[in-house]
């Protein structure tokens, strides 16, 4: 398939360009100033308010298969990738079976494969069998299959002991640890930030602390074993501040945060709405501007979405019996793009932190708009405004708080292995 992208704004690290890209077999054979001339080209693309990004690797998903196929399958959450801008994702292990040995890893890659969509689906193995913290899988064995880190996300290691041992053996593969830092016994039964409306709803709280002292922890171990760890879903003020300092002091940590902590506060739960019931919680307005700035400065290195599809059945009940989770991938860009909007952080910046840095960390090549490199492309449209609705969203499940309401800016189309896909409503 030959493909013509005819003047538009090329995102690099380097800067933005104007440029005009020829692509042939899925390789980028020209990137020219001028306008290429080509024939026989079966897809055009030329307009000139689109902008072109290195494809987007979202880091933190939950795929649900094998196990929970009614929530989300590897197909469906690749074609919400698709819809999102993501030509590639890592997924967490807490499928059923969990992802804890080489077969189930094997099997998630050959039915990413299968389904000939083109979304690479990296699998994240768990930490430790079954999820359970006792005991570690086989790290080299799980490499071999194609894991890129190592996650318990959900049930992180209570016991220090056995995590200092897990980081100790995963500097041998030169892999991340990815942390899902929470001081359980702190936040056991808890539903939503502790606070004003946890009381007035008459809901366990979640203590800001039980992240903290989670963080801290995670990272004196890091200190203690030199290891490579990777902090998921920050929430709160405090955790950006202590990254920040960890990252001075020389401790091999980055981090990521999801839309949802940067623009959602813990009032989104009022009138007990199960769709912004997530783990961490939404917390307040202090805690998204701080956010916002270790965004600026660094501190958070990426963008992750935390993709958590649940069956409508499992969010529409009691609050308390509902599941934690929201979806997200359809909605990262949007989202996203809210911080250039606001001058958080300008396009390069948003590309470092959906696409290049999130390849680093997983040791994965990020993608290079090139002469000869691979056509790995997200497509963005900054200004187009639509409606979040159940019949757009390409994902198996809906609970988003996000839902019904208007978005601005989505990817329209994303390039990779010579396929254009075209995003439509
Ligand atoms: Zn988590």
Redesign the pocket.
Known sequence: MKIKIDNLTIVTSSGLFRRSLLIEKGIIKRVSEKPIQAKNVDFTIENEDLLVFPGFLDM?VHLREPGFEYKEDIESGQKSALKGGFTAVAC?ANTNPVNDNATVTHYIKCRSKETDLPVDVYPISAITIGLKGEQIVEMGDLKDAGAVAFSD??NPVENAEILRKAMEYSKCFDMPIIC?S?EKKLSKDGQINEGEISLKLGLKGIPRESEIIGIFRDLMLAKLTNARIHI??VSTKESVNIIRWAKKAGINVTCETCPHYFLLTEEEVLGYNTFAKV??PLRNKDDILAIREGLKDGTIDVIAS?HAPHHIDEKEREFESASFGMIGLETMVPLSLELVRLGVIDFQTLAEKLSRKPHQILRLRPPVIKEGEEANLTIIDPHCEWILEKSNIASKSYNTPFLGKKMKGRAVYTIKGGQVFEVKD
């Open positions: 933190h967490m996300d959900g899902h929470e998921a879903h783990n961490p935390d």
